[in-house]
């Protein structure tokens, strides 16, 4: 179980109930930066003017998040696995591998960095830089032990980190009129409503197309729209529209000290959970996406859990040595690159369905498809292009843009016969087998 079916379809008998995969779903959304998002989001606009840009923004991530939700639900696959199958074949799905495992491995890294700042600024103690390694290393003990391990971790963290963090936003807007707040007018520069949108929609972009690494453990599509809708929500409006009330209370995007200001144990229990529920799926999600790079680089199946590890070690000394706040620009980019990936995978499964038939292979056997295409080339320019229009093209919302560009094009080039791969691999599984 700590491979956790890295490289294989998650079989019936391991799925879980919707509940559980929502609680993790909702521990993502809920975390310390969505206060930040709130905050900017209340800095610069109206409280009114941040529900709708909340709730719009929601509604973009739960419409990617459900449908490549479903598609990780019905395959049983990881998302650089899926990728094989929906328009990228082996050779791109390993380089989608590698953007996953590089940008979340570097997010991994900065919360690491920043929950050792928090506890250290709380507690004192030993340096940050020590504090960073022991809740590195924590984290990945955690993510090596796989999806249940996980599990348990959300059970415990998302309560405590709600219930202290409402008794933190209490204290403080308990000093002011809720009404007042939901009336007054934005205490920064303004923001477009547009802006705002983007704002949210971007934030979790990365995490709708990762999405299926987390759904293949749901058992329904159904289960897949319930837990979405819920833990995304939930996590926008709880957790947002809090950020909102108190940027416009303090009249500063700066809350998060505000949420940890507690100092001693309750100060330092949110720090510790409002971060230990988001990190151990950038960790996850990491580990999966090198796993596939490797395995297709090497024709090996590597150990997820090994991987994990090596990663984990890494991430945590990066994050010790304080480094990677250099690569936070370079991390943001590898945002925009995330959502075209995210059309093109929904384009193919739902309407060009070029492999549909080879997904459908194994399925009864637990197996991943015994081959895949090596590579797709038009995809890869769409890949291109649709990423330059959702970073150059200025009208409406950026990731939104480069989405259903990517969309477009690869249902135009189905239609027109051009999606064709060129040359064909056995998957590692496969070639395991027939050895």
């Known amino acids: 179980m700590a491979d956790d079916y890295s490289l294989n379809r998650v079989p019936e008998r391991a799925r879980y109930p919707w509940l559980s995969v929502a ?53 049983g696959l990881s998302t650089s696995m899926l990728a094989r199958w929906t328009g990228f074949g082996r050779g791109g799905s390993a380089v989608i591998g590698l953007a996953i495992g590089v940008s979340l491995i570097g997010w991994f890294g900065i919360q690491s960095g920043v929950s050792a700042r928090g506890l250290h600024a709380l507690i004192g103690g030993p340096a940050e830089w020590v504090w960073a390694i022991v809740f590195g290393l924590a984290v990945t003990a955690i993510v090596i032990a796989g999806f249940h391990s996980m599990a348990w971790t959300a059970y415990l963290t998302v309560p405590l980190f709600l219930a202290l963090v409402a008794w933190s936003i209490v204290s403080e807007l308990s000093k002011h009129s809720v009404g007042t707040l939901m009336s007054q007018a934005p205490p920064g520069p303004p923001m477009t409503l547009l802006q705002g949108i983007a704002l949210v929609a971007g934030s979790l972009m990365v995490g709708a197309v990762i999405t299926s690494d987390m759904t293949r453990f749901n058992r329904s599509a159904a289960d897949v729209v319930k837990q979405t809708v819920l833990g995304v929500t939930l996590g926008e409006y709880v957790i947002g ?104 995978m ?61 969309f477009v094009l690869y249902v135009a080039c189905g239609r027109l016969g051009l999606v064709r791969p060129v040359g064909v691999s056995r998957t590692e599984i496969a070639e395991e087998v027939a050895a």
């Open 241 to 344: 529209l809090a950020g909102v009330l108190l940027a416009h209370a303090v009249g500063s995007s700066d809350v998060i000290a505000i949420v940890t200001s507690s100092v001693g144990l309750v100060g330092t229990l949110v720090i510790i959970a409002g971060t230990l529920k988001i990190n151990d799926w950038n960790l996850y999600s990491s580990g999966l996406g090198l796993v596939t790079f490797i395995g297709v680089l090497t024709g090996r199946r590597p150990s997820r859990a090994v991987i994990t590890a090596i990663v984990g070690v890494a991430g945590t000394l990066l994050g010790a040595l304080g480094i990677l706040d250099l690569f936070t620009e370079f991390l943001i980019l590898l945002g925009v690159i995330f959502p075209p990936i995210a059309g093109i």
């Open 23 to 75: 609680v993790q779903r909702f521990g993502q959304v809920s975390a310390l930066t969505q206060f930040m998002l709130g905050a900017t989001l209340g800095f610069s606009m109206t409280f009114w003017q941040s529900f709708w840009a909340l709730t719009l923004g929601a509604v973009i991530l739960e419409a990617a998040m459900i449908l490549v939700g479903i598609i990780g639900m019905r395959e």
């Open 346 to 406: 929904i384009a193919e499964y739902f309407v060009v369905r070029r492999w549909r038939g080879e997904l459908a292979e194994g399925r009864d056997t637990g197996a991943a498809p015994p081959s895949a295409p090596m590579w797709v080339p038009v995809t890869l320019v769409i890949w291109l292009v649709a990423t330059l229009v959702g970073h150059f093209v200025t009208a409406g919302l950026g990731s939104v843009n480069s989405l259903v560009t990517a």
